[in-house]
C-alpha cells in the first residue's frame, strides 16, 4: 500500500511562487512515474504534470509549461512541483499521484494511488 502526502500549499499573490512536495512511503517510490493534478471548484480534475520513473521525460499542461517543474528525490521519496508565476486561474486542490506500472500518463484513471491534496489559493 502506497500512501502519498502532499505539503506547501497555501495563500500567495499573483506572480509569485509555491513548492509542493509530496512524501511517499509504503512502496518502492523510485519505481513510479509520478504526477500532479488539480481540481478547482466546479470543475473536473485536471492533468498538471508528470514524469516517469527515471526522470529522463517530463510532461506538463499547456496552461502550465514554462512556468511550472516537476522534480523528484529519489532518496527521500519525495516528488516536487515548484510553481512559479502563479496565475488567479492556478487557485485549486493541487494531488500527487502514483503510477505503478507506466511512464507517466495525462489520464487521472491511469494512476493508482492519490494523496489527499492541498490548496492552493491565488490572490490577485
Known amino acids: 500500500q502506497v500512501q502519498l502526502e502532499e505539503s506547501g500549499g497555501g495563500l500567495v499573490q499573483a506572480g509569485g511562487s509555491l513548492r509542493l512536495s509530496c512524501a511517499a512511503s509504503g512502496g518502492t517510490f523510485r519505481r513510479y512515474a509520478m504526477g500532479w493534478f488539480r481540481q478547482a471548484p466546479g470543475k473536473e480534475r485536471e492533468f498538471v504534470t508528470a514524469?516517469?520513473?527515471?526522470?529522463?521525460?517530463?510532461y506538463y499542461a499547456d496552461s502550465v509549461k514554462g512556468r511550472f517543474t516537476i522534480s523528484r528525490d529519489n532518496a527521500k521519496n519525495t516528488v516536487y512541483l515548484q510553481m512559479n508565476s502563479l496565475k488567479v486561474e492556478d487557485t485549486a486542490v493541487y494531488f500527487c499521484a502514483a503510477d505503478l506500472y507506466g511512464s507517466g500518463d495525462r489520464v487521472s484513471s491511469k494512476y493508482d494511488y492519490w494523496g489527499q491534496g492541498t490548496q492552493v489559493t491565488v490572490s490577485s
Open positions: 514524469m516517469p520513473w527515471s526522470g529522463i521525460n517530463t
